[in-house]
């Protein structure tokens, strides 16, 4: 390839890699369900209450109209409560048996620098659930909708999605993250 067409291609494209995306026009949109949404035609970005909690809101169009995403949005937004709760007791039901057989032992490193074990107590479904905190509301699309939780040290800093694949009703699946 010659010098001349490296350099219209930029060097990028010439070396085989891809050139970058022109990035999307920004987007403000005051929805009358979900208030102000910010962003581009690619992600917009907002907040939900859930009680007395605000909760960041993330829509994505993954490649369809972004009114499919939004539907979704206030869809779930309506639900919201009732969608945590499903999501809390599916995050308890996969995962309080592992933290009370394993996580809750460990060992952390003492001011002296030595090991110091550590053994935290066993917790109930009710006790274990409390312990997360929604952090994040994603929608992808018509049909997919996670809900993204911070749960402390219980499980030494991993956070948690619950996500529905099939709208609202589906079953959630559980993913453990970090």
Same mark, same amino acid.
């Given at each position: =390839? ?36 910010? *962003? ?8 939900? =209450? ?15 109209? =972004?009114d499919?995403?939004?539907?979704l ?29 394993d ?6 490193? *003492?001011?002296? *620098? ?59 699946d559980?993913?453990?993250? *970090?």
């Amino acid at each position: =390839m010659n010098w001349i067409r490296r350099i219209r291609l930029g060097w990028k494209q010439a070396l085989g890699r891809p050139a970058p995306r022109p990035s999307a026009p920004p987007l403000a949109l005051s929805h009358p369900a979900l208030g102000e949404l910010a *962003g581009t035609a690619e992600e917009l970005r907002g907040a939900v =209450m859930v009680g007395a909690q605000r909760v960041t809101l993330i829509v994505r169009p993954d490649g369809g109209p =972004m009114d499919d995403a939004l539907r979704l949005a206030v869809e779930a937004a309506g639900q919201l409560p009732g969608l945590h709760e499903r999501s809390l007791r599916q995050i308890a039901e996969d995962s309080l048996a592992s933290y009370n057989n394993d996580w809750r032992v460990g060992q952390t490193v *003492g001011a002296d *620098g030595k090991a110091v074990d550590f053994e935290k107590p066993l917790l109930s479904a009710a006790e274990f659930s409390v312990q997360f905190s929604l952090t994040e509301v994603d929608v992808c699309g018509p049909d997919l909708l996670s809900l993204w939780y911070d749960c402390g040290d219980l499980f030494w800093g991993h956070s948690f999605s619950a996500t529905f694949f099939d709208g609202l009703a589906g079953e959630i699946d559980v993913q453990m993250l *970090g």
